[in-house]
């Protein structure tokens, strides 16, 4: 078990270490997830009362999207310089690889959201910074990271590669939009609890349910 | 090369013949719906191809489980051909669906969970079939398809319950709508005669198109492997 962990901590140390020796990735997914709300202020003229429907939307919608650049980068990069055949060379678990990958995409993903919530606070004058928003956050963003990290080893291996990504993820990311929106409206509209347990629910159980399955579907994946 | 089982050919047949037999008990046979009319015949077929394509859902997931087990391309045969059938009939019972609900709901779509569900089986489908073509080693092409269909199989009724936390408007016909459904109605006998009958005639043609299908991707598989072989 303390062998699984460490050498989940590997993995994650090397994306982090590659990571702030570069600064593509987070500044990418960054810019771009800025792009995307500037997009969407002259889409949909972001006004007072349109705004307080829609921010959820616009939030995840932001994340998700910036999200596949992400997921994209991460398994090209190990791709292309023969790195993940050096990981699975290594005799280590492969689900450990699974997980410490999963953790990274996670991680840069949190760091984009904790960057974008207080811009989009500043720039709409809404008040993000609320604990259970947060929660429906991280949920999200693991069921995300869980399903995503998964398919991207697979689309990374295709031809048509970063095409193929967003296209097998969405459809089956459904639930976690689904739920992600809905609780996080819930929660900034000030709803009652009970309208909002049903959707944290729905998170947790596809989180759960996914991690579990990528868990035992790894191994097909990067087997060669 | 093998020849056409006899036994298929019988099964074309009949499967010609119940699809016949379905189309009189829907259209001439069953009463007109006092409320609905005419459009409310649209239901007999609507519920059988959308119960194929659940048929073909249901048997693209175990053979996903099955080649992941097995590793045997026979598998993946069967796979693609169920994928195939369920994304064609999930097809037809949304267009089937559509032409019902332009006048009983008086809309084309609504993103209803039946609906949204069969929408999305669509596009988990469509991206299936991306995904096997951008691969060339026919073994791995095989494994993805296999993993990508498990996902699919599970987050789909998922996807399903999580839009029920909604309320819903389509009507249960069989069983008990919720209080918002609209366009329930009540079978008469006669109407049940068609209903089952159009059921068991889809599940014939169901069982002959799949056949079909696997035959030809075994055929396939033959003439690629032919043809490389011709190479060396």
């Excluded at chain 2, 299936?128 to 494994?143: C, H, K, S, V």
């Excluded at chain 2, 069989?174 to 009540?186: C, L, N």
């Excluded at chain 2, 889809?202 to 032919?226: K, M, P």
């Amino acid at each position: 078990m303390k062998r699984f962990l460490g050498t989940i901590w590997a993995v994650i140390w090397k994306d982090l270490a590659a990571e702030m020796r570069s600064r593509e990735l987070l500044s990418a997914m960054l810019v771009f997830a800025l792009l995307v709300i500037l997009v969407f202020n002259f889409a949909m003229e972001l006004d007072v009362a349109t705004r307080r429907s829609v921010t959820a939307g616009v939030l995840w919608t932001t994340f998700f999207f910036a999200g596949t650049i992400g997921l994209n980068r991460s398994m090209a990069a190990e791709k292309d310089r023969g790195c993940l055949d050096g990981l699975l060379l290594a005799p280590v678990d492969r689900a450990a690889i699974y997980f410490g990958k999963m953790f990274g995409n996670l991680l840069f993903m949190l760091l984009v959201e904790v960057l974008i919530l207080p811009i989009y606070s500043f720039l709409y004058n809404v008040n993000l910074f609320n604990g259970g928003l947060l929660l429906v956050i991280l949920l999200g963003s693991l069921g995300y990271a869980a399903i995503g990290t998964l398919l991207a080893s697979m689309s990374v291996q295709a031809r048509t590669r970063d095409l193929l990504l967003p296209i097998l993820l969405f459809p089956v990311l459904l639930p976690v939009v689904i739920g992600a929106v809905k609780a996080s409206n819930g929660y900034l509209s000030g709803a009652e609890m009970s309208e909002i347990l049903p959707f944290l629910n729905l998170l947790l159980v596809y989180d759960v349910i996914f991690i579990s399955i990528a868990y035992m579907m790894f191994d097909y994946v990067i087997e060669e | 090369m093998e020849r056409k089982p006899a036994l298929l050919t019988v099964l074309d047949v009949v499967a010609i013949l119940v699809l016949l037999i379905a189309a009189y008990l829907a259209l001439i046979y069953a009463p007109t719906e006092a409320v609905m009319g005419a459009v409310q015949r649209v239901f007999y077929f609507h519920v059988a191809t959308a119960w194929v394509g659940m048929l073909g859902f249901l048997a693209a997931g175990f053979a996903g489980v099955m080649y992941l087990v097995r590793h045997d391309l026979k598998w993946d045969t069967i796979e693609v051909a169920a994928v195939e059938i369920s994304l064609v009939f999930f097809f037809i019972a949304i267009a089937l669906g559509s032409i019902w609900a332009r006048p009983v709901w008086n809309t084309w779509w609504t993103w209803d969970p039946r609906l949204t569900t069969a929408a999305v089986t669509e596009l988990v489908y469509l991206a299936y079939f991306m995904l096997r073509q951008g691969i060339e080693d026919p073994e791995r092409r095989a494994r993805f398809g296999a993993v990508y269909t498990l996902v699919g199989a599970v987050s789909v009724p998922i996807t399903f319950m999580a839009i029920r936390l909604f309320r819903t408007i389509h009507p249960v016909v069989i069983g008990t709508p919720s209080a918002a459904a609209q366009g329930g109605f009540a079978m008469s006998s006669s109407m049940k005669v068609a209903f089952f009958f159009a059921l068991f005639a889809f599940t014939i043609i169901f069982i002959d198109l799949f056949w079909h299908r696997i035959r030809l991707g075994r055929l396939a598989n033959q003439v690629e492997q032919a043809r490389l072989q011709a190479q060396f």
